[in-house]
């Protein structure tokens, strides 16, 4: 009879350490940001689910700047007459890395009917340019901490879960968005289905 109560106290200490260790990231500390185990904590442990804005389709896309890796800026504005693929994402981020490719190869595909891609990278520039020294990616990307996070809050994303993309037509009006991981033929549909 003694086993049950103190079954439960290991359970409570589990669920609180583990509720700390994800706020002051010391899972990541000890397993390494890319291990599956931090994903698997992240995704399971501690966490309520993100909360996305569902009404975000439909809305104009809010304009935003954000340094780019070149010195320059990235601007929605600069892309007005273009059918934009916006994603954001970060190197720690494990669906967001398996994404990647997939991207690459659907810009590829769509470049020449109006469609350009957008990454923003939800992270600091040292971070970004080493994960894109191994991942090449074929279009453009921003970064930032704070403001890369305010505008995918903008954008209907307030808990800044990754990896999360939005469909921008040309009218800059928001057509369509996914939270989570995409492969190709998600992304081709998608597209096909927009730009008709």
Known sequence: M???PLFLAVMVL?????????????????????SQIVYFI???LGH?????????VGR???MFSLDQLNGGTMNLSDYKDKFVVLNFWASWCA???AEIPAFNKVQHQFKDKGVA???V???DKEDVERFLAEVPMDYPTSYGVEKAYDVSAAYGNPDGALPYTLLINSKQKIVASHNGQMNEVMLEELLNKHLK
């Open 2 to 4: 003694k086993k049950l």
């Open 60 to 62: 104009t896309a809010p």
């Open 117 to 119: 891609f957008l990454g």
């Open 95 to 97: 669906p967001c890395r």
């Open 42 to 44: 992240e995704n399971n």
């Open 121 to 123: 990278a939800i992270e």
């Open 14 to 34: 589990l669920a609180m350490s583990s509720a700390y260790a994800i706020k002051s990231d010391l899972h990541k500390k000890i397993f390494g940001a890319d």
């Open 48 to 56: 309520n689910p993100p909360k996305f804005d569902g009404d975000v």
